[in-house]
């Protein structure tokens, strides 16, 4: 697709349950970025994938938070055991390499979110 | 700790008025980039200026960057009302972006009064 995709729009979740997050990013792009967004304003970088391969994952709280990229499948973003702490807008956005250069001089595309809420 | 901070945290200006946002970084980059993100979406690219350019324009926006200072800027000429919206700058993590991820600022928020 030309938009990326994020699915559910809102989650809401008891503490202690699971949750997941599924991102679809547009067609043809190889990198896919997850960010977490607080009340704050703040984006905090989570995890990135170049196709199913985790590019960078050094933003992911290990204990609780996993990521896939498989191939043919939305990417997914699964909390175990959340906490009221997760509580955030989580975005996905994919970019696409153009063969020169880091992958951070190209622009990234955002899908709307999944605004997660942990009762 | 944030990599950009921008500056006003907040703004408000009537129709037609210009609006300037700066922001400001701490290490060395190859860009930056702006986004923009309505109430209730996903942000949106506007801009990216290299290190090696001083000014880039796209329509209504004008980016300038001044990498002695470690800042740059973003004007929107003759704003309107749906202008409103959070702005960021966005800069790469990493020597040379070679981590991966842009690195957000807080954000302005623009408010454009009709």
């Known amino acids: 697709g030309e938009e990326v995709a994020q699915t559910p729009k809102h989650l809401v979740r008891g503490e202690g349950q699971k949750a997941k997050l599924y991102c679809a990013p547009i067609?043809?792009?190889?990198?896919v970025f997850w960010y977490q967004q607080v009340l704050k304003n703040e984006f905090k970088f989570l995890i990135s994938?170049?196709?199913?391969?985790?590019?960078?994952e050094t933003g992911m709280p290990k204990e609780r938070f996993s990521a896939k990229c498989l191939p043919n499948s939305p990417c997914s973003l699964e909390i175990q055991a959340t906490k009221l702490e997760d509580s955030a807008v989580y975005f996905c956005?994919?970019?696409?390499?153009?063969?020169?250069?880091?992958?951070?001089?190209?622009?990234?595309?955002f899908g709307d979110g999944t605004r997660l809420s942990i009762l | 700790s944030q990599q950009g901070e921008e500056d006003p945290q907040a703004l408000s200006i009537q129709e037609g008025e210009n609006a300037t946002m700066n922001c400001s970084y701490k290490?060395?980059?190859?860009?930056l980039q702006w986004y923009r993100q309505n109430s209730g979406r996903g942000l949106v690219h506007l801009i990216l200026?290299?290190?090696?350019?001083r000014e880039k324009h796209s329509g209504r926006l004008r980016v300038t960057l001044d990498t002695s200072k470690k800042s740059s800027s973003l004007l929107i000429t003759a704003s309107r009302a749906a202008d409103t919206a959070s702005y960021f700058c966005?800069?790469?993590?990493?020597?040379?972006?070679?981590?991966?991820?842009?690195?957000f600022g807080k954000g302005t928020k623009l408010s454009v009064k009709p």
């Open positions: 994938f170049q196709n199913e391969n985790v590019f960078d």
């Open positions: 966005a800069t790469p993590r990493g020597y040379g972006g070679s981590q991966g991820n842009l690195i």
């Open positions: 290490t060395s980059i190859n860009n």
């Open positions: 956005a994919s970019s696409q390499f153009k063969g020169q250069g880091p992958i951070t001089s190209q622009p990234q595309h």
């Open positions: 067609k043809g792009h190889s990198y």
């Open positions: 200026i290299r290190s090696n350019e």
